[in-house]
């Protein structure tokens, strides 16, 4: 079946440094893929997303391109503040049973101190 | 801000218990889905409702959890009875779809924090 894999984390980063969270699919065809970022005590929240390959997602100073090639969908951000700090998922679509499902990875917790 | 909204936010009951969780997806959508978060087993789908009919509930143990939309206003996950291992965060999201495969946003509610004694 259809699944995602995300980097283990904390990743913990000091303001400014530069932020990348990998994430490797596996489906069949080519799904929609998208990031969504969960705050604490909160629900997720749709950060990006990206529909076809080579398409870039951007919201927020956060960046994804949908690498049909080697399947994935990395996200990236030049400069992090404490903020940034959350837990984020990488998902992608999956057409099933007549609607389209949300699959998500594990999730990557992101921890920025100043 | 249109919102999700999920109630209770908390709650704490032994096993045994019934246990009814609510949710109020954003007007004018016609799709909600129910998820359970926990620490091992990340984010699982257990059931999604289109137009308030329940199209997929494969993801939740049928024989003591149900959901229902009895009003396109309100959305409810029912455990019972409830066990220790249901222990987990559920979150309702809704959304809005416009044709068959279409893919809507997902909009989370806050999710309501389930602990079983």
């Known amino acids: 079946g259809n699944s995602v894999t995300q980097m283990e984390g904390p990743v913990t980063l000091s303001e400014e440094a530069f932020l990348t969270i990998n994430c490797t699919y596996t489906a069949t065809g080519y799904p929609s893929l998208f990031w969504y970022v969960q705050y604490p005590g909160e629900g997720l929240q749709l950060l990006l997303k990206?529909?076809?390959?080579?398409d870039k997602g951007s919201n927020k100073g956060f960046e994804a391109t949908y690498r049909k090639e080697t399947t994935s969908f990395h996200l990236e951000k030049g400069s992090v503040q404490v903020s940034d700090s959350a837990v984020y998922f990488c998902a992608l679509s999956e057409f099933s049973g007549g609607y389209n499902k949300l699959i998500f990875g594990a999730g990557t917790r992101l921890a920025v101190h100043p | 801000d249109a919102r999700v909204t999920q109630t209770p936010r908390h709650k704490v009951t032994e096993m045994g218990q019934e246990v009814t969780m609510r949710c109020q997806p954003i007007l004018g959508h016609n799709t909600v889905f129910w998820y359970r978060q926990t620490m091992m087993q990340g984010l699982e789908l257990l059931a999604y409702f289109r137009n308030r009919a329940p199209l997929d509930d494969s993801g939740m143990p049928k024989d003591r959890f149900s959901a229902e939309m009895p009003d396109a206003t309100l959305a409810t996950l029912k455990i019972q009875p409830s066990e220790p291992r249901d222990s987990a965060v559920y979150f309702c999201?809704?959304?809005?779809?416009?044709?068959?495969?279409?893919?809507?946003?997902?909009?989370f509610g806050s999710g309501t924090q389930l602990s079983v004694l």
């Open positions: 990206a529909t076809k390959a080579d």
């Open positions: 999201a809704s959304g809005l779809v416009r044709g068959p495969g279409g893919n809507e946003k997902l909009f």
